[in-house]
């Protein structure tokens, strides 16, 4: 066995991980959605301030996004951005042991459904793509919950414990994983079978097939996964978006991603990822305090990305 396929062996740092998980999440069942995800924002600003983890990179990010905020406005919506996150990761915590009727419950709108009913009637299998906006890993619930047999296509976790733990818990809501380096050869066989297949593309990773299409004016490194497995299969592209509205409940927003052939294959994958890229766009501006603004999006660039264009 490879040392990439070997199983990776736990240290006790990954171990005392995983049980302070548990057991914090254990705790926060016993308060309640609602308030868990209320506390977990409140403990997410502590992040922002006074202990600025990543403060810099997330307000250079907005600003670079946003050119027209002033400073004080970029504080206030980079705050934010770290409060969402906060309830993003305590309602996700808390998923396991939640019922279909509950995750149901949590969504007050739909908008576009009748996308997800015709590309599943046409039995080519769909190709979900999403990004780090709003609470992405409820909607692949949402989504079982809904009935739809769903793939999700994860990166592996530094915490081969916790990794199991998150994708038992993914299991048992409804959705099957697919590790990133399996996705090649697992893909196909999902579509081939009319199950959704779903993508968080808007992270790039090292070794992954990827593109640079604009994102907020700058270059930016996109997974070109879901583009190729489409124009290959012919399965349909719905971009989905779940974001968290002032109830505290959520808004599922399902378009779909317009799949053209010209004869140029590179071509067509690359405007298949700049359409679901700028799908994002339009959402993250509707949204901006709910995008995962603390990751370096535009680390990775081409070289000759002109110096006002670069990283923020």
Known sequence: MSDATAPR?????HRLEYYGTRAAVAALHLVGWRAASWLGGRLARLAYKPLGIRRGV?????????????PDTVRDLAGRSYESLGRTSIETAVLPGTSREEILA???RVVGWEH????????KGTILVTGHLGNWEFGG???AARGVPLDVVARGMANPIFEAYVNETRQRIGMEVIHDRDAVRRTPRSLRDN????????????GLASTFVPFFGRPAKTPRGPAVFALRFDAPVLFIAVVR?????????????VVARTGDREADIDAIVLRFTQMLEDKIRAYPEQYFWQHRRWRRQPPDTPPHLGEP
């Open 106 to 108: 949590r969504v007050e």
């Open 245 to 257: 509205q002032p109830s505290g409940r959520y808004a599922v927003y399902v378009e779909p991603v």
């Open 141 to 143: 619930a949402y989504f």
């Open 195 to 206: 199950r959704a297949v779903a993508f968080v593309s808007d992270h790039d990773a090292l």
């Open 58 to 70: 997330v307000e250079r990010q907005i600003a670079a996004a946003f050119p027209a905020l002033s």
């Open 9 to 13: 062996v736990p240290t006790f740092s």
């Open 116 to 123: 997800v009913e015709a590309a599943q009637a046409l039995g």
